[in-house]
């Protein structure tokens, strides 16, 4: 496989001292990438500034025979980063937005100025380096820019309002850098990282910390910033190695009601399914109609009872009948995980039920693995089974808020994924 380079371009990577963006540096570098080394020196929460970090980086790129040079302003004094670029090396071709730093507090208890200090790091920084580099890219016809958005921004934490607002804008912004910036061979993509660095440090287990390494994370930034890449406006959702590009989705639905015309929408049950049916009517018969199949207890979280046992089955049952025939019809893509797993479902804290994935035999299954143990055990509240098989609660995510605890091998349900992308086939 023909190595990704960088000669004759240059790239400028914002706070690069430390973590992702000195990881993304160092990569940059030695694909032949002229480097400016952007970090301000301060704490993780804003405060102080030092020289150390960014000279740090640049001589290690140096000897190691790269090109690099230090800047050490702060975002909001993008211009003079851009500057920086074009006094050394003559041009600029790439800005990874990656400082950052946090001032994490409950809504309640938020100031003016902690929500304004994260929104001027994040968002304001990012718009104004990048702002400065835009005229060069314009000119030029080529140009990459990577914002740095985040889980917080995507799917929400305790004591982020700050910071998850600041991020969840950026997406904003690089959608619509990406339209204005298309017709000039300039592309922006949006990264949502899950990393070990000092920003995530006291938040996530150590044992999980240590698996979280940046140069898992830089590759797929590297490859948004090639010439080759034409991604444009993705949001890619990336950690261990893994990368997914996140999309939006929309409801599908009849054509809007006109005067003389009647909605209506007929519902029916057939197994663990809801059917609807929506049709327009005038005069009594359908005009446009359009159905569509939906699980309604599995999307409302609703327990639904079933007719033969009189007892109240969990909506997560419904997710492991899903995975069941995704796992009978492609049998060869579960038995490549070759693992078996165990899932403990609780219900109010409690233990409602268990389920067994065993992807070595391809068998899906109530109750505890028929023979031997599992490879690695999940412990996850009902809900929460159904919320990340339905995309809306990221694994990763769960797993850093305690909702999701995993015993054993935990690498080995990174595997796990290409079996749920499967199942959402069948909901």
């Known amino acids: ?18 973590g992702l963006g000195r990881t993304y540096a160092l990569l940059f570098a030695s694909r032949g990438a002229s480097v400016v080394v ?38 909001l004094d993008g211009g003079k980063i851009i500057k920086t670029a074009i006094d050394a090396f003559g041009r600029v071709d790439v800005v990874v937005n990656n400082a950052g730093i946090l001032r994490d ?25 990048t702002r400065a580099a835009w005229p060069y890219f314009m000119k030029q016809k080529y140009g990459r820019v ?59 287990p150590p044992d ?21 890449c034409t991604e444009n406006g993705a949001l890619i959702e990336t950690a261990l190695g893994w990368a997914g590009k996140c999309e939006y989705q929309l409801a599908r639905f009849a054509k809007p009601v006109i005067p003389g015309q009647t909605l209506r929408t007929d519902m029916w049950r057939s197994g663990n399914r809801i059917h609807f049916q929506t049709s327009v009517h005038e005069t009594g018969k359908p005009v446009v109609t359009g159905a569509y199949i939906d699980l309604l207890e599995v999307k409302m979280g609703v327990p639904r009872a079933n007719p033969c046992s009189g007892k109240t089955e969990l909506s997560s049952d419904a997710i492991f009948a899903a995975i069941n025939d995704a796992v009978k019809e492609n049998p060869d893509k579960a038995k490549s995980v070759n693992a078996v797993f165990l899932y403990n479902i609780t219900d109010g804290g409690k233990l409602a039920s268990e389920w ?58 990174q595997k796990l994924k290409s079996v749920m992308e499967t199942h959402k086939a069948k909901l």
């Not at 159904?386 to 091998?409: E, S, Y």
Request: hydrophobic content about 40%; overall charge neutral.
């Open 1 to 18: 496989m023909q190595e990704l380079r960088f000669v004759d371009r240059v790239v400028v990577v914002t706070g690069a001292g430390a």
């Open 105 to 129: 507090v409950s809504f309640a208890k938020m100031t003016d100025e902690q929500w304004d200090m994260i929104h001027n790091v994040h968002l304001k920084g990012a718009m104004i380096t």
């Open 38 to 75: 952007n970090d301000l020196g301060g704490s993780r929460h804003g405060d102080g500034s030092s020289t150390k970090s960014a000279d740090a980086v640049v001589e290690e790129i140096r000897r190691n025979g790269g090109k690099a040079v230090a800047n050490y302003d702060s975002v």
């Open 146 to 204: 990577i914002f740095t958005s985040s889980n917080s921004g995507l799917y929400g934490n305790f004591g982020q309002a700050n910071y998850s607002s600041a991020k969840l804008g950026l997406v904003g912004l690089a959608n619509t850098l990406a339209i204005e910036g298309a017709r000039k061979n300039v592309y922006t993509n949006v990264i949502a990282p899950t990393a070990a660095s000092r920003l995530t440090e006291d938040i996530v």
């Open 356 to 413: 067994t994935l065993d992807l070595k035999k391809g068998e899906v299954y109530k109750g505890k693995p028929k023979s031997g143990k599992a490879d690695a055990t999940l412990i996850v509240d009902d809900k929460d089974m159904v919320d990340i098989a339905l995309g809306k609660l990221n694994p990763q995510l769960a797993f850093m808020r305690g909702k999701l605890k995993i015993t054993g091998n935990i690498m080995l349900t």
């Open 208 to 228: 999980f910390f240590e698996q979280l390494k940046p140069e898992l994370i830089a590759p797929v930034v590297c490859w948004l910033c090639h010439e080759d």
